[in-house]
């Protein structure tokens, strides 16, 4: 099994984040790779996901833990991957996004093909840090326009952390 942990500060309140996290519908928009999305039952979800150009169904069992801080997941079809969001507020107006996702990598080779070994984990890295950052300017803008101010520039997060 491999364990992949990537953050991200955000400029936005930790309810924010968190209201963004639980918008499953909205996932297409900073999810690469799901085109559709829509929550079923108490806790589940139903993703339509492209992997190299073929269409894939995935469901997915969504667990809040941690007086609304941790989000964990995991899938329920043959490609068993599970994960956690954990939210950390920073400030009133900055939280930190981290994100833990653990994989078989023979089964993900197996089951979607790509690359192998360190090729695969580079591949997942890089797209787990790009959903972060879609996420973050998502949920920016989102809070920038409630806020009155869309055109406003992010604001620095505090001193104590950045992207990783």
Known sequence: MSTLEEQI????????AWEQLHRVHEYPQFVEGVHSAHPHGRNLAHLGVEIDGAERSVDAEI??????????????????????????????????????VEYDP???????????????????????????????ELVEARVNAADGHPDAPDAAPPASGGAA
């Open 9 to 16: 500060d955000i400029a936005v309140p930790v309810l924010a």
């Open 63 to 100: 667990i809040d833990r941690g007086r609304g801080r941790v989000m964990a997941w995991r899938t329920l079809d043959v490609l068993r991957l599970h994960g956690a969001f954990a939210l950390l507020p920073l400030d009133a107006r900055h939280t930190r996004v981290q994100i833990r």
């Open 106 to 136: 023979e089964a993900v080779h197996r089951e979607l093909g790509g690359p192998r070994g360190f090729a695969l984990a580079g591949a997942i890295e890089r797209a787990v840090r790009e959903d972060l950052d879609h996420f973050r």
